[in-house]
């Protein structure tokens, strides 16, 4: 156990005797999930201070993650109990306990979101400032040497680094990309992707990103490369390319923008070019996010579903492949979560206790998810609808 998690720092370990026991609401609440407050498992929830069934009680997971922020309860196996929580489907017995409901406040979120646009234009820029700008030293130590920051292919890979290149590998190879052809990365991250593709394939890249940091990391680690980036907004891209590919930035785009999203990027690709979508996806259509991930992780983020993505497609491009392998994304997460944990005792000098155990939280969180089927993984393949060449999918 690292020093982040002593609870003596956040001040409530001297105020701890005994474990105060949960409202007989919350104790019926995980009924069915192998999981108890104050149980002998390593997957139970350690309550160390009453304050955390308020929290909890007052505003649901946002209460919950908080709570674990501030030590109020601990875990051993985080992951474990989130994925017995979310496989047991609570929404659905909150919907059916309505004081619960309508103490947790459900769908506020979701009213918002109807009336507004979180991921418009004047607030592209936000998840890049509060997110990807935190420090590039953080992702350095985390991230495998290519620095991607997205789902691992792990079919044939012993390890991070290689289930990455085989990951940035195969997406070259599904773009059919040729030496000399002009490639459009949005979302670029620090790089990496235009690396391989200019490297391994000899293409010619453009990409963009919303992250000063991941920009200037980016310009370094490709210098000398026939490779460009620009700090930009998708909207305002023009030109015309060979091929197109978004990696891990489709889930900052909102459903209110997805057919725009879909739109422009056609207006850029050449007829007989193919454009690769690799995104998180939401396992049903929802119209909320998880309070806590939108408030500390990823602001103005929303997970797309099937049906919103195949929707927004239409009539304008054409699906040529739909590729999921979201269980890849549980082990990529799991193998961040150790690189940070072992990199925490040189990150403690920038970071604060409270931030390791809210990256903690965020990791365990995320891999949860993919383990109990909420989210997945999918990697799209699109073209023009006239497009005359087959298009034959790739599986490594």
Not at 60 to 78: I, K, N, P
Not at 93 to 103: A, G, H, N
Not at 372 to 383: D, E, P
Request: aromatic share 12%; net charge positive; glycine share 8%.
């Amino acid at each position: 156990m690292t020093n982040a998690d002593s609870f003596g720092q956040f001040g409530t370990a001297d105020r701890v005797h005994r474990q105060p026991q949960p409202p007989a609401m919350l104790a019926r609440l995980l009924e069915g999930t192998g999981v108890r407050f104050n149980g002998d498992q390593p997957w139970d929830i350690r309550v160390r201070d009453a304050e955390t069934y308020q929290r909890i009680l007052s505003r649901g997971s946002l209460g919950f993650g908080e709570a674990y922020m501030d030590g109020l309860w601990d875990c051993s196996q985080l992951d474990v109990m989130l994925t017995r929580l979310l496989r047991a489907d609570l929404n659905e017995k909150i919907r059916s306990l309505p004081k619960l409901k309508l103490l947790l406040g459900i769908a506020a979120g979701a009213a918002a979101r109807h009336f507004t646009n979180p991921q418009s234009q004047r607030r592209a820029f936000t998840v890049g400032e509060r997110h990807y700008d935190i420090g590039n030293d953080l992702f350095e130590a985390m991230l495998d040497p290519s620095l991607s920051y997205s789902c691992g292919y792990w079919a044939h890979a012993g390890d991070l680094a290689q289930a990455q290149r085989h990951k940035l590998d195969m997406i070259c190879r599904k773009l059919e990309l040729k030496p000399g052809e002009k490639l459009l990365d949005v979302g670029c991250g620090w790089g990496g992707l235009a690396r391989h593709a200019a490297t391994h394939f000899g293409a010619e890249v453009f990409g963009i990103t919303i992250s000063r940091e991941q920009l200037k990391l980016a310009r370094e680690r490709c210098r000398g490369l026939p490779v460009r980036f620009e700090l930009m907004d998708y909207r305002n891209l023009d030109g015309q390319f060979d091929k197109i590919v978004s990696v891990g930035m489709f889930e900052h785009v909102g459903p209110k923008n997805y057919r725009v999203f879909f739109d422009r990027l056609k207006t850029l690709l050449r007829p007989e070019g193919l454009f690769l979508l690799h995104t998180i996806g939401d396992s049903e259509t929802s119209a909320s996010t998880d309070p806590w991930i939108e408030k500390y992780i990823f602001p103005n983020g929303k997970l797309p579903s099937a049906q919103q993505i195949a929707r927004a497609i239409e009539p304008g491009l054409l699906l040529r492949d739909w590729h999921e392998f979201g269980l890849d994304y549980d082990r990529t997460l799991m193998a961040w979560r150790a690189n940070f944990d072992a990199a925490w005792p040189r990150l403690r000098q920038r970071y604060s206790p409270r931030f390791y155990r809210m990256w903690n939280y965020y990791l365990h969180a995320c891999a949860a998810s993919f383990r109990s089927g909420q989210t997945q993984l999918w990697q799209i393949v699109l073209s023009h609808r006239g497009r005359h060449r087959q298009y034959r999918s790739i599986r490594p």
